[in-house]
């Protein structure tokens, strides 16, 4: 009998392949979602730094530090941890559609590989019959040749 040969078999490629690649892209997002956060943490690290610098020289009394600097000093940092915070949302939301993306593509592929199972099963079962034919042929052979000739 023939060799077992699934028909989708492209399709199941296919999928697996689509697959492969939306797991590629969400791990590259799960990468930048990690730079995001490393960056987020610096900035708030910094921002201590200089608010703790501030506190320090306004403690101190030191009269070089002007309020228009501290002031723009603390919106610049203020600001920049907005963006990125802003730039985390988008980037966790990416990653929210990519993990969809991707479960949808592993349902197509495991709904490929039930077919591909079920018409295995039945090459199987049609595989059987044929042998047991086969079998059933020789037997009656045997038997009607060994009651001929007595």
Do not use: C, P
């Amino acid at each position: 009998m023939k060799k077992f040969k699934f028909r989708y078999e492209s399709v199941l490629k296919m999928r697996m392949d689509r697959e492969d690649a939306l797991k590629n892209e969400l791990a590259k997002l799960l990468a930048k979602r990690q730079t995001v956060v490393d960056e987020l943490d610096s900035l708030k690290a910094r921002f201590l730094e200089y608010s703790n610098w501030v506190e320090e020289g306004l403690k101190s009394g030191n009269s070089s530090l002007q309020m228009h600097e501290i002031s723009s000093g603390k919106s610049y940092y203020r600001t920049n941890l907005s963006r990125t915070s802003e730039k985390l949302a988008r980037v966790d939301n990416d990653i929210e559609k990519a993990k969809k993306l991707l479960v949808d593509a592993m349902r197509e592929r495991k709904v490929m590989e039930k077919l591909k199972e079920k018409d295995f099963q039945n090459y199987i079962e049609e595989y059987n019959k044929s042998e047991a034919k086969a079998i059933e042929e020789i037997v009656n052979y045997k038997s009607n040749k060994a009651g001929g000739e007595e």
